[in-house]
């Protein structure tokens, strides 16, 4: 086990942005981020109200906002007082994140839906991927007494957003049709258009800049067949093909361009999960692998096309699906760390599977691949990395984790 030590631990957590939050009681879109000057050094050419000085003494503008825009979040409250130019740019978030994406940075961040244990309290806390800094965003205008659990997290990595949908009053079996974005170059919330059917603990998966929902509990928690798609252009939700089965989901994954929908193993292990396929070319569902969906025993995470699972029954191994086969294979390497606890919570990002456990303990997985020639197939190792977290979060559990860029 490769354990490494940040700084994090030690400093507080930060603000993402600004701490203050507008919201209108009434329905809106979000808005379009504002346009930026091709140039991305233009926006910063000195006005009536800025000295003349340049951002970096010795280096031309465009190549000096470069450097500038590399600096760790958690550094930008002591940048900021070096001057007014550096105090303009990097006092708003807003500013700096459009900066970033025009010039093409896409540094990943780890956002991560937890809840106080005993309060029930939400809040979000986002890990940077890169300085290994833990911030937060502003809170999400919801019921306080919805049950974490319940929503439905997307991500929708190249726009730089994230989707909550659905969700569940806490105590009460009242699914919601709640939909609200959030936009890291924006740093905030917005309401969107609801959902057709509310629901609960449901299937979910972004395919070709579409996202999809399917199952999931309804009211009385009856399980529902229905699925639906939100039209990324008018904003509204759309049907698509019923399931064919009433079902609520313990997990999802897009593969090959197609949506898995697993029931997931419930112990005790009286019943054969179900499992659904999607094709959204052929709008048809169809029936999951055999192998497949009672293999399927954990939170999965997609790498270089192939279905990896942490196991929640089986001491958190690490198995790779096999489409041939129809089989899973244990991965080789060494054992996760204890630290990391159930209920965890699982994503990826490029050949890296980051879990997150209770208490927001976090181990990145690094997965290598080499061929085997005697079997003419990939094999699978992972080697694990421990990243330290600040002590405020022992009481925090994880619900749902997902990597956004910007």
């Known amino acids: 086990m490769r354990r490494v030590r940040v700084s994090s631990h030690q400093s507080p957590v930060l ?12 329905f809106r879109f979000a808005t379009a981020t504002p346009s930026y000057p091709s140039s991305a050094s233009s926006s910063y050419e000195p006005d009536s109200s800025l000295d003349l000085t340049p951002l970096i003494p010795g280096l031309p503008d465009d190549v000096a906002l470069n450097c500038l825009l590399r600096l760790p979040v958690d550094t930008h409250k002591a940048c900021r007082l070096v001057c007014r130019r550096w105090h303009r740019l ?18 990943p961040w780890l956002f991560t839906l937890a809840f106080h244990r005993c309060t029930g309290k939400i809040q979000w806390q986002v890990l940077d991927l890169i300085h290994f800094s833990w911030h937060t965003i502003p809170a999400m205008p919801c019921r306080e007494r919805a049950c974490p659990r319940g929503f439905g997290c997307i991500a929708v ?7 909550v949908c659905g969700g569940l009053v806490s105590d009460m079996d009242c699914p919601l049709h709640l939909v609200l974005k959030y936009e890291i170059y924006k740093n905030r919330w917005t309401v969107m258009s609801r959902m057709l059917a509310a629901r609960s603990f449901f299937a979910r998966g972004v395919i070709d800049g579409r996202v999809y929902v399917a199952g999931g509990y309804s009211t009385d928690q009856f399980e529902l067949d229905s699925a639906e798609v939100l039209d990324p252009v008018k904003g509204n939700w759309q049907p698509i093909a019923n399931m064919g089965t009433i079902m609520a989901s313990s997990d999802s994954a897009v593969l090959n361009g197609r949506l898995y929908v697993t029931e ?4 005790p292990f009286l019943s054969s999960p179900r499992g659904q396929v999607y094709d959204p070319k052929t709008n048809c569902w169809e029936g999951m692998p055999i192998g497949m969906r009672e293999g399927w025993t954990g939170s999965s995470a997609v790498v270089d096309g192939h279905l990896f699972v942490i196991s929640e029954y089986e001491r958190m191994r690490v198995k790779v699906y096999d489409f041939e086969s129809d089989s899973w294979e244990t991965v080789a390497g060494s054992p996760m760390s204890e ?13 890296r599977i980051f879990v997150v456990g209770r208490g927001l303990h976090v181990v990145v997985g690094h997965v290598e691949t080499s061929d085997c020639s005697s079997k003419k197939k990939k094999s699978f190792s992972i080697r694990w990395q421990e990243v330290d977290v600040p002590k405020d979060f022992a009481d925090l559990t994880p619900s749902s984790t997902q990597v956004l860029y910007a």
């Open 264 to 267: 997931g193993c419930v112990w």
């Open 339 to 351: 630290r990391i606890r159930k209920p965890f919570s699982v994503s990826c990002v490029g050949s």
């Open 90 to 107: 990097l006092a708003n978030k807003e500013r700096f994140f459009a900066q970033r994406k025009a010039l093409g940075f896409r540094d």
């Open 157 to 163: 990595p190249p726009d730089g957003t994230l989707l």
């Open 15 to 26: 603000k993402l942005g600004d701490s203050q939050m507008k919201l209108t009681p009434k």
